[in-house]
């Protein structure tokens, strides 16, 4: 007696239906197929449905086999309840498919697609080494497909990766835009920057160089990150530079790459880092429009701050912000729009805190005993060398030191404003400051990516190998901010709901198998938002014989 499957066609569409089904002999010797009974659908009959029919069933049973079958003993238990969702969802944003797709010509006799979601669920669950990854698949977690690997061919898989990233990056971004449904109008640039934990300084002409770390590791090598995000939070690209290369050179690849992709009309959005005015005949040359940053505190002249002297009146948003229009040499080759955006919370707050500065330097300033001509004090000397007292202290001619009430102006004017710029003249001045305020999804990218993923520190030295360590971290994030998108939740809250799924190794007279454990509803409910397929009862069986 057996299972049984049957596809039939409806509607163009493939069903399985499974049947409950007995072979026997006929009088001539013959085999005949009875069908016992129709079980129905297979996406429809739920584990809960074949456990109660078992129960039914159990009484009728003979009471030697059923004795026999209820004896077992507990083995072990490992972790299943996050993988399995990862898995589910890797599968369903067609990545799987997109690296089983470059290796299908080659005889490969390890699973590779296996082996690198094995790293990609690694880094988000459990980040550590590549080596760490083979303890944790054979002894942590249940891996679909995946009992154990070797960490040398984990670093064949890496090789693989490096090997294809162009062709890895496009397939696997065609799948999820087709699945997620990803907004491209925006798309969100931004880099950052991570350090090496190794023996070898920087290297000639590779990644590792020396720059300025935004870790705070001034001592040790450094690899640039760029990142191009869309404007629901999602990753669609990465790229790896050394770590002292330019922004120009960033943006000039960046563009080039994107361009590629056939996106259509696009508008890039970066900080107030990218805008220089090579980066924007860059932007402006390559393919779209772009939307930048502007530095208020630029100094007494240009542009932007003549835009900000600018006089003229605020449109009110339905956030609280107020927005102003500027265009600077209408009409001539030359033109720039600037949006000035203005938070009146954020004002009174800016307003505030310099108030209580100033009252600080007036105290401060009255403390000293100055004459004109003479030494500074050591307390002089302190104030006005101090990083913020020292902001509002101007020296006169004759050695005084001085409230420096032209600084508190021009201070006042940047109260609780911030101010872009950028090429399209059509677009809305409400939906340009928008755009820009929703580049806060690269930078939480870049912390979950640090904090989350933990990318840092690396800990290879090859090129190929650190460019596949990145690659397999924009894979990770690109699961981890699809899910929380779907979800409304944070990857924390979902990973700490799922975290409590288990399987437990169990051994009986004839097999072993993998028995889940019971799954709250609040991981019923993640897996129901994203329509994916919980655990089974039974994960798998292992006959004895």
Known sequence: MFVRKSKVKQNGKSYTYLQLVNNRRDASGKVKTDVILKLGRED??????????????????????ASADTEFQFLRSREVGVVWFLNELWNRLGMGMAISSLVEDRKFRNPVERMVFAMVAGRIVFPGSKLSIEHWVEDKVLVPGLKKVDVHNLYRAMDLLVGSDEQIQHAVFTSVAKEAKLELDLVFLDTTNTYFECDVDESPSGLLKRGRSKDNHPELPIVSIAFAVTK?????????????????????QVKSDLGQWNLGKVIMVGDAGFNSAGNRKVLLRECGDFILGEKLRTGSQGAAVEALHRKGRYSPLANGLQVKNVVMDE????ERRFVIVKNPDAEKRDRLVRDSIVAEVKDRLEALSQMEGKDHTKAACSLRSHGTFGRYVVQTKGGMLKLDRAKIESEELLDGKFLVSTSNMALDAADVAMGYKQLFEIERVFRDMKNVLEIRPVYHRLDDRIRS?????????VLVRYAEEETGASWFSISRALDDITAGLIETNSSFLWYTSQISDGAKEIFSKLGLKLPGKVLGVESKV
Not at 46 to 54: G, I, R, T
Not at 331 to 334: E, I, N, Y
């Open 44 to 65: 429809l009959v739920s584990s809960s449905f074949v456990s109660d029919m078992v129960d039914a069933l159990a009484p009728y049973a003979d009471g030697a086999t």
């Open 232 to 252: 629901q939070g999602i990753p669609i690209r990465c790229w790896t530079f050394p770590g002292n290369t330019s922004d120009q050179k960033i943006v000039d």
């Open 331 to 334: 009409g001539l080759a030359t």
């Open 469 to 477: 360590h990145i690659l397999i971290c924009w894979m990770a994030m």
